[in-house]
Every structure is written in structure tokens, then in C-alpha cells.
């Protein structure tokens, strides 16, 4: 059974840095396009940023977040990563991975309820406050 399991949030403050992790169990992530996704309290489940597998090396980015994060892989030991600087208060939410494999790059667009990601991880909280 596939599982995905997301760590690294906490409090930061304004400026500061984390990186998320979603470690995959069960199916190789290089079958899959990974997505992250977060919702702040009160919002919508909003896209963040996608890694293409199946080969393909592409990546993207929703513009709240272009220059700031950096989103990788390491299909090797299955987990991919969201590398977040120059964090702002308004990157307050809980972030979650999600998995695509049919096929397994990212899509056109970032929206999480486009129906193409199946499979999500539980979410981990991150905060961004003085």
C-alpha cells in the first residue's frame, strides 16, 4: 500500500528557511510526478509546485513562490523535498505532497482538485511568525 509521509514544518521566523520532506512508501517515486500543495486557515487548497518523474526533469512553480522555494527529489532513497527561503508570514498553512502517475508528469496547472493527484500525504504545519 502507498503512503506518504510529510516532516520539516514548524515555526520560522520572517525570512528564515525550511525544508519539507515527503518520504514515499510502497512504489518507487520515480513513477510519479510529486506535487506540494498547501491551505492556510480559512482558504482553499492552493498548488505550490510540481517534479515531472518518469525521466522527465521539469519542474514548476505557483508565482506566490517563484525564487523562494526549490522543489527536488532523490528517487533513490524516495522522498522528495520542498526547499523554502525568504519565508513570509502569508506562507502560513499546512503543506502537504501529493502523488500523479498517470502519467507521471506535472500537469497543466497546479490546482489540487483537478483530480489528477491521487494519492496525499497527511500534511505537516507550517508557521511563519515574529
Known amino acids: 500500500q502507498l503512503q506518504l509521509v510529510e516532516s520539516g514544518g514548524g515555526l520560522v521566523q520572517p525570512g528564515g528557511s525550511l525544508r519539507l520532506s515527503c518520504g514515499i512508501y510502497?512504489?518507487?517515486?520515480?513513477?510519479?510526478?510529486i506535487g506540494w500543495f498547501r491551505q492556510a486557515p480559512g482558504k482553499e487548497r492552493e498548488g505550490v509546485s510540481c517534479s515531472s518523474g518518469g525521466g522527465r526533469d521539469s519542474t514548476m512553480y505557483a508565482d506566490s513562490v517563484k525564487g523562494r522555494f526549490t522543489v527536488s527529489r532523490d528517487n533513490a532513497a524516495n522522498t522528495a523535498y520542498l526547499q523554502m527561503n525568504s519565508l513570509k508570514p502569508e506562507d502560513t498553512a499546512v503543506y502537504y505532497c501529493?502523488?500523479?502517475?498517470?502519467?507521471?508528469?506535472?500537469?497543466?496547472?497546479?490546482?489540487?482538485?483537478?483530480?489528477?493527484?491521487?494519492?496525499w500525504g497527511q500534511g505537516t504545519q507550517v508557521t511563519v511568525s515574529s
Open positions: 501529493a502523488l500523479r502517475n498517470l502519467p507521471p508528469f506535472c500537469p497543466g496547472t497546479l490546482n489540487p482538485s483537478s483530480g489528477v493527484w491521487r494519492f
Open positions: 510502497g512504489f518507487p517515486l520515480d513513477n510519479y510526478a
